[in-house]
């Protein structure tokens, strides 16, 4: 299974740095992850909040693979459970999806494309959370999705 991470903006902090390199580590048994930074457009150099939204659009879903069933984290999207999104996982490789790409947007949400790009939406919840926050509990939940559908311990 290839999973492709498509985020907007670069880790600053070494301790975001080191969870995310920790879930990757992991991961590496179950899939080939990739993490794949945009960069994310300040808006008053862009003209504007529409614009730069525009901007990273363009460069999200050009780090889009093709074929990839494509999830986007959106606070509006699907509340799932660990066991749920495992089990989510699960049916789309029963369908015969092999390649993934999960996108997290930037501070000022993603363009109307990327939307519609998106094969399905997920939600941590009605919480906001910092976009590195979201990076890691992403990198996690996808691991503790691996841990749920093989039956290995972890996930309790």
């Keep these: 299974m290839k999973i492709a991470v498509i985020a ?12 995310c390199a ?3 580590k992991r991961l590496q048994a179950y899939a080939k992850v990739d993490v794949r930074e945009v960069a994310d457009v300040d808006p008053a150099k ?3 909040v529409e614009a730069a939204r525009a901007r990273e659009g363009e460069a999200i879903l050009s780090a889009i693979p093709p074929h990839a069933h494509t999830i986007l984290l959106a606070i509006e999207g699907i509340e799932r459970s660990s066991e ?4 989510r996982l699960d049916q789309l490789a029963l369908r015969g999806e092999s390649e993934f790409a999960f996108v997290i947007g930037g501070s ?3 363009s109307r494309a990327v939307y519609e790009r998106a094969n399905e939406q997920l939600s941590f919840g009605p919480l906001t ?3 590195n926050l979201a990076r890691v509990v992403l990198l996690e939940q996808i691991y503790r999705a691996f841990k749920i559908s093989r039956g290995e311990p972890y996930h309790k």
Excluded: M, T
Excluded at 8 to 19: I, Q, S, T, Y
Excluded at 84 to 87: G, H, N, Q, V
């Design 46 to 48: 862009a003209g504007g």
């Design 22 to 24: 920790e879930y990757l």
């Design 8 to 19: 907007v903006g670069k880790l600053k902090e070494k301790f975001w740095r080191e969870a």
């Design 108 to 110: 000022d949400g993603v």
């Design 84 to 87: 749920e999104f495992s089990a």
């Design 129 to 131: 959370l910092p976009h």
